[in-house]
């Protein structure tokens, strides 16, 4: 059913997002699909990376680790942007179709009444491309 699974990654808070890595590691075995890790820099020096080609290293680290874990093919995408927070939707909208995913999965957080002025990442992924998007919620949810 999934051939290309596409997971946004914040290398920063890799912590936070394990659920989701971990439900995305056990579709693509399911699937037998590949998972394609995003990953959206800017050219200023972070706390992950001073560049965005050591970030792009650093993504790429991160998924072979992570294919290791899996054993799925994986691929990556290092995306910058001169603002990231401002440009993160539109530029995961665009890597759908990029990448090639069917499948998009992201971890999110629980409902909350601000989700009326500033909706989540997650919907407004979904409601902007043909690819299913599946939504992770922290654990404690």
């Known amino acids: 059913m999934f051939h290309k699974i596409m997971v946004p990654v914040d290398l920063a808070h890799l912590d936070v ?11 693509a075995r399911h699937y037998d ?8 820099t800017s050219n200023a020096p972070s706390s992950v990376a ?7 290293q650093k993504l790429e680290a991160f ?8 054993g799925q093919p994986v691929s990556t995408k290092t995306i910058n942007s001169p603002d990231v927070i401002a440009d993160l939707d539109d530029i995961l909208i665009k890597a759908i179709d990029e990448v090639g995913a069917d499948l998009v999965v992201m971890p999110t ?15 407004k992924v979904a409601s902007h491309t043909k690819a299913s998007v599946f939504l992770i919620r922290p654990s404690d949810a």
Do not use: N, W
Not at 63 to 70: G, L, P, S, V, Y
């Open 63 to 70: 998924a072979k680790e992570r294919a290791e874990a899996h």
């Open 33 to 40: 699909a590949e998972v394609c890790y995003v990953g959206v």
């Open 50 to 56: 001073r560049t965005p080609q050591e970030y792009a």
């Open 109 to 123: 957080h629980p409902p909350k009444h601000l989700d009326v002025i500033m909706p989540s990442h997650g919907g």
């Open 17 to 27: 997002i394990e659920p989701a890595l971990e439900k995305v590691a056990d579709l």
